[in-house]
């Protein structure tokens, strides 16, 4: 069992920045994929971006170049996060994939004001 826990959400202006972290505790074997995922309100949840234990990363189209994903090693993922808008206000969480498993955090809101 895996346990996630993500953290760095908040109330920001628009234009301004944020660092989300998350956290893996738990066994797991360290060859995996991790990744966030936002829901805003009355929406779906959608990618934001993923990467891989070997460094190579995927990106939502809309944010490729305000996003960057990053990893801290095989348990920790990282999402910064520059000239916010709010349109990017929801709920951001945070998931592992290995070995045909899935785990979620419990997210972190991020709130940007106008």
């Known amino acids: 069992q895996v346990q996630l826990v993500e953290s760095g959400g908040g109330l920001v202006l628009a234009g301004g920045s944020l660092r989300l972290s998350c956290v893996a505790s738990?066994?797991?074997?360290?060859?995996?994929?991790m990744g966030w995922y936002r829901q805003a309100p009355g929406k779906q949840r959608e990618l934001v971006a993923v990467?891989?234990?070997?460094?190579?990363a995927d990106y939502a189209d809309s944010l490729k170049g305000r996003f960057t994903i990053s990893r801290g090693g095989v348990d920790t993922v990282y999402l910064q996060m520059n000239d916010l808008d709010p349109g990017d206000t929801g709920g951001y969480y945070c998931?592992?994939?290995?070995?045909?498993?899935?785990?979620w955090g419990q997210g972190t809101q991020v709130t940007v004001s106008s």
């Open positions: 738990g066994t797991f074997w360290g060859f995996n994929e």
């Open positions: 990467i891989r234990t070997g460094g190579n």
């Open positions: 998931n592992m994939r290995e070995r045909g498993a899935i785990w």
